[in-house]
């Protein structure tokens, strides 16, 4: 984000996604992209003449940050290159979701970018959308959809993430510690995790799992205080060393067990971030010491990309796995001010940067529009 004016919309749009956009059955917020006529220089033909590109974002999850912050930066991709961009959000409802498929099928859309469709039906709907004519790319979605021939399936480096915080809670206690293990089975990316999970516990037998819990519903953070709160009790001090979290939604609720049970010393590894986790993870005295993630946003500006790409007739990969970070709390103690997800590239080198993907010709429609 290269301009004051262009920090305070994108912030701006994840607000308003937060609170509006990713209500059930809602449709987020579509623009025009401002076009102007004449010819484009430099661009592929299918750009070239300032004809309208049409571009529908479909999530199936939603109500939290990182939808909201997703679809902000895929939203905001789309319009610097031109696009008329609409979204999407399910909230977990699984045939609103479908159902928002089929009619963007029927309807006049150029590319769909999907996300988190975990379950077979997707496999059907999505051969449907390239059946008419649509490019594809989807997010954190079934492994089914590489028989899907045209689409590309993007994901968070879950491999990563679960090495990265994991391989740190290893070294914090030197191979032996009891810890409790946040999961939920039945996503593409909880399997990827936990496959990462399960060597790093026969590598170091000293590492040992006493309890685990996991649930994927509207309140999950809360479902999981509730059943840190029972660990706690059943493991007193001494017994119970860390919590290692898949997902932020469990390691939100972990915290908030841990601070109200006043037992600190037990901490918390997780998986993936968002302006809530960093306020948490920045409370003075907070058990929450590293969190390996992705920038939401950069996931939603890379999907639009290679969506871009295909449009242009230019060739994309099958599959495409972002980079990880670790972000660690000692790192944002170092920072004078409150670190949120806009400063977090002050604080971790690279953050929220990619080029992969953007090609000269994706610059020059961003001078044009």
Known sequence: MRKLFKKLAVSGLTFTLLLTGCSAGEEGASSSSGKTPGKIENVPERFANGEEVKVKVIRKIGGDDHTAQFLAGAKKEGEELGFKVDIFTANGDTAKFHDAIAQAANQDYDGVVISHGDDAATADAVKKLTEKGKSVVAFDSIEKLKEVEGVTLTSQDDKALAALSLDQLVKDFNGKANIAYLWVDGFPPMVRRNAVYEETLKK??????????GVAAADTSVQTQNAVQAMLKKYPKGKLDAIYATWDAFAIGAARAIKEAGREEVKIYGIDVSNADLQLIQEKGSSWKYTAAVDPALIGK????ILAKKLAGEETPQEYALDASLISQKELASSKEPVNME?????????????AFEEEWMKTLKEHY
């Open 204 to 213: 170091n037998p000293g590492i040992k799992e006493v309890e685990r819990f």
């Open 302 to 305: 890379i999907d639009m990309r």
């Open 343 to 355: 400063s977090l590239k002050s604080v971790i080198p690279n953050w929220g940067k990619s080029d």
